[in-house]
């Protein structure tokens, strides 16, 4: 990390110039100015190098995200997630209206995963939800923080989340933007052996789906909260605080002692689901909020803002538009949406992390125009004929299913 610099990162981005001659200068942020994506002359992509974490920021003589978290052996990266951000929101209106973000109250992440499970108890069985369970488990966590709420530790505070959004996770520049301004993003992952491995400045790179499929092991996610981002030579990457305590990704001295430890990063392109943005309700896109509800199923609007790219959701938008002849603020969950689901999203690869599809033909999909869907859907249900199933599993501890 760089040198804290009080309530700014050291690593405010620079004016960078383009090929073209062009000069294009950062984006003023709240707590990091960030790049300009493309250059103002020739539209050409930005393809070099920077980095900014809200971790690095010191307040009052400590982390401006607090401390790192520790989820022992428990299964609940989702509850530690969520937790860990609404301490972070917190922390950052404290800074915000100048006052001590160190009496900021947390919340247990084990009692809300009590109060989940009381209002569906399908998710204390492995056996209740054979598709999706990460997804509905993100899914109704935030909308139990948000419509319930839960107490706070020590004062018994009913604390309710303000507003609850997605991002596409291929939005990159949209993430990164919302970061500087200090918002924090509950975002998922496939892990692998090697994370707990993790060094200092390394990326993690989660392992292809097709080795899954492979070695017949069950597909097993994490969650973690998003708390800055960058690019290395134009690899996006994204930095994410763990709840394993400090002892994941170390930086040790030279007597190999940790002096911080809890923070790592991880591939942009290896996020499974859109990210939760946790955020108040005047900072939220009308068209992304989640809405309530009090059924396990997902709702079809719910589940286009979980999985959705951003070019489906825009073509899904602008299909909308044109039907009605006026712009909606809010997205309906109308005929096409629900085709949408059922057609694009329920028989695709990306549905379900748990699916053993090839990665290549993943990626190939994700990528394809709206046109081109309905052929790409031919090949899909070729590979579920010969999909690979196993009644082998592998959970490695502090994992839960996502």
């Not at 990266?77 to 800074?95: D, L, M, T």
């Not at 800055?228 to 001295?253: E, H, L, Q, Y």
């Not at 689901?341 to 549905?351: A, I, N, T, Y």
Request: hydrophobic share 30%; glycine share 8%.
């Amino acid at each position: 990390m760089a040198r804290e610099r009080g309530l700014r990162s050291s690593n405010d981005a620079k004016p960078w110039k383009c090929r073209c001659g062009a000069i294009n200068h950062p984006k003023k942020r709240r707590f990091s100015d960030v790049r300009s994506w493309e250059c103002r002359g020739c539209k050409r992509e930005f393809k070099g190098s920077f980095k900014f974490c809200l971790g690095e920021i010191e307040v009052d003589g400590g982390s401006l995200i607090g401390e790192v978290w520790d989820q022992g052996d428990d299964p609940y990266c989702v509850a530690f997630a969520y937790g860990k951000g609404i301490e972070v929101v917190e922390r950052v209106s404290c800074v915000n209206n100048g006052t001590d973000p160190n009496e900021v109250e947390c919340i247990d992440p084990i009692e809300l995963e009590d109060k989940l499970t009381k209002k569906f108890p399908v998710f204390a069985s492995n056996d209740g939800i054979t598709k999706d369970k990460g997804l509905h488990k993100v899914l109704h966590m935030g909308l139990l923080l948000k419509e319930e709420g839960i107490p706070k530790m020590s004062s018994r505070d009913n604390y309710q989340l303000e507003d609850l959004s997605t991002i596409p996770r291929d939005d990159f520049s949209s993430i990164i933007d919302c970061l500087a301004e200090g918002v924090p993003f509950v975002a998922t992952y496939l892990a692998g052996k090697r994370r707990s491995k993790l060094k200092y400045c390394q990326i993690y790179k989660s392992p292809p789906r097709s080795r899954y499929a492979q070695k017949k092991v069950k597909r097993t996610g994490h969650a973690v909260l998003l708390i800055g981002g960058g690019m290395d030579m134009g690899r996006k990457f994204f930095f994410c605080v763990n709840s394993w305590n400090t002892k994941f990704c170390p930086r040790r001295n030279s007597r190999g002692e940790i002096i911080k430890g809890g923070i790592g990063k991880i591939r942009a392109s290896d996020l499974t689901k859109n990210v939760i943005k946790l955020s108040r309700p005047e900072k939220t896109d009308p068209c992304r909020r989640l809405e309530a509800q009090d059924v396990l199923e997902i709702s079809s609007k719910n589940y286009i803002l979980m999985m959705a790219s951003k070019g489906h959701f825009a073509h899904l938008l602008r299909r909308q538009k044109v039907k009605s002849e006026k712009t909606d603020e809010n997205l309906q969950c109308d005929d096409e949406i629900k085709k949408f689901r059922e057609d694009h999203l329920v028989h695709g690869p990306f549905c379900n992390d748990e699916a053993e599809y090839p990665q290549n033909l993943v990626d190939r999909y994700k990528e394809c125009s709206f046109e081109e869907m309905e052929d790409n859907l031919i090949n899909i249900e070729k590979l579920r004929c010969t999909k690979v199933t196993s009644k082998e599993t592998y959970e490695p501890p502090n994992l839960c299913v996502i």
